[in-house]
């Protein structure tokens, strides 16, 4: 089977635009021939193969992300789903930009106290959104607190000031961190994203925004900022003439720490004036930013990957169900302590995509025909901002109001089987009892987000479909793991986002248990055909995006 997918993807690209043609119904009972057929070796060579160095972390249009494309589509093609991209082909094709600071890429902060230099990839990670090579940048420096405008929260700390032309220093996460009283408490909302405070800057039309790392308010270490910004950037082209932020970035808790410093507070008091009602934003007098940043601009295509498995119910196989999984990852990159410069991305997001690909292969192995159709899609720039699914959500191959439910698969568990599962985005959707019934099913309990605070709704690609209104859900293990004590799955967590997560050793481990990622498929398998037999499509609940969101690109 290996042989037949590596051949296929590098002997002809016109392979993929075969049409897969779906098999007849084998009977009534492809279900449960389906889940029996799921496979934990099947998922193993798979995740081995993507996250191989010969992929290079399948860097968003780099070669490696090609060549993963390409397999996932082969593999579509001999699993007989019907192609759902462009021109009969299984491949999506969109232009996308890359945008890499020209090295030495530095910005000077000039303050009373003396200049403080910013270097990309040391201190500060530095980019830009207005996709030219050169941007000049002098504007003075202007404390926004969180930087958030948030009419139902009653929150706003652009009130009073012109951000025009300004630099904004501003900090990651919401109020509600620091006091369990104010937005949602200890659970990041969409306002403390940094994708958000960028969206702001830009509304306000700022010179830039710099936001302020620490890893307390990011819920990861520096390492992860540098490693995923530092390099090249990924932008969906500009359109309809829109302009976007000269200067956008990071800077490291003690860069902020010595800004502040040298305006005469330190940033622990500027965060505590942040969390307070009635913050106002103010100017770090005698403060500014020069430089002359230099970027290499380059466009490309890449592309997502969308396949289809056609229904069963001649009433019901005009609606569909989606299944996602991002293949992209962060490419070669910063070196880690070991020399090496390859993010091969095997929990993140290689884990995700292999069980995608065992759905379609059981599926086909057991005869399964859903009575609503299953659509497949693996989606590339997730690392970059949820841009594959940004642009695959506004241009879908069939209507956003024809997809019952999106189930979204970014990270499985490799350690074992978990007592109970997290479904983000649940509460947001009609989805809840039917999700109860499966859980059942499955001997699992469904429990709330175990870490709120690392706003994980908002940073898979779900989150866009649902912004397009598909009731639209991330699947996440859980962390009480079957046959291990309680304290075992918050060490696991913390093991991997504190030295795996976004980092050269997130690589595949031939010990890992990968009876926990059948389970997810199993378990997303069971979603699936429970929507699909549901009289009555789910419904994304009314009135729960935010201002922030709605408005997000």
Known sequence: MRVFRIVAVFAAAAALGLAGA???????????????????????????????????????????????????????AEDGLKPAGDDGTYLQKFDMLGVTPVAPARLDLETP??????????????????????????????????????PEMHWNDYEGVDARGKVLI?????????????FGGKALSYYGRWTYKYEEAARHHAAGILLVHTTE??????QVVRNSWSGEQAQLPLEGGREDLPLDGWITEAAAERLFQNNGRGLDAAIAEAGTRG????????????????????????????????????????????????????????????????????????????????????????????ARSILFVSV????????????FARHLPVPADRVAAEFNMDGTSVYGETLDYTLLGADRTTLGPLAERVA?????????????????????????????????????????????????????????????????????????????????CRFVMRLAEAVSNVAKMPKFREGMLSRAERESR
């Open 440 to 520: 059942r099913q499955m001997n699992v309990k469904l429990d709330p987000d175990a870490h709120p605070e690392q706003g994980s709704y908002f940073r898979s690609d779900h989150f866009n479909f649902a912004k397009v209104g598909v009731p639209a859900v991330s699947v996440k293990h859980g962390w009480l793991f079957r046959g291990r004590d309680a304290a075992y799955g918050e060490k696991v967590f913390n093991d991997y986002n504190d030295h795996h997560y976004h980092q050269p050793s997130d690589e595949y481990d031939p010990k890992w248990d990968l009876s926990g990622t059948v389970q997810e």
């Open 217 to 222: 308010s990011a819920g990861y270490g520096w």
């Open 279 to 370: 913050f106002h934003a103010y100017t770090l007098e005698g403060s500014r930013a020069k430089g002359s940043l230099a970027f290499k601009v380059r466009r490309y295509r890449t592309e997502n990957v969308a396949g289809i498995l056609e229904g069963s119910d001649a009433g019901k196989k005009g609606t569909y169900v989606a299944l996602t999984a991002h293949f992209d990852h962060l490419g070669i990159g910063h070196p880690d302590s070991t020399g090496d410069r390859i993010y091969n991305g095997a929990q993140d997001n290689a884990s995700g995509v292999a069980t995608l690909l065992e759905i379609a292969r059981a599926a086909d192995d057991g005869g399964w025909r859903p």
């Open 113 to 150: 106290n003396g200049p403080i230099e910013l270097e990309n990839g040391d201190n500060a990670v530095l980019s830009t959104k207005t996709q030219t090579e050169n941007v000049p940048i002098d504007a003075p420096l202007l404390f926004v607190g969180y930087g958030i405008d948030a």
């Open 170 to 182: 501003a900090l990651v996460n919401d109020p509600g961190s620091r006091n369990p009283g104010l």
């Open 380 to 391: 590339t720039a997730e690392e970059q901002g949820l841009l594959g699914s940004a642009y």
């Open 22 to 76: 779906s098999a007849p119904p084998k009977s009534d009972g492809g279900f449960a021939r389906a889940l029996a057929a799921v496979q934990a070796k099947r998922i193993s060579a798979r995740i081995q193969f993507l996250s191989d160095d010969l992929l290079e972390g399948r860097g968003t249009g780099a070669r490696g992300s090609e060549i993963a494309a390409r397999d996932i589509a082969s593999e579509f």
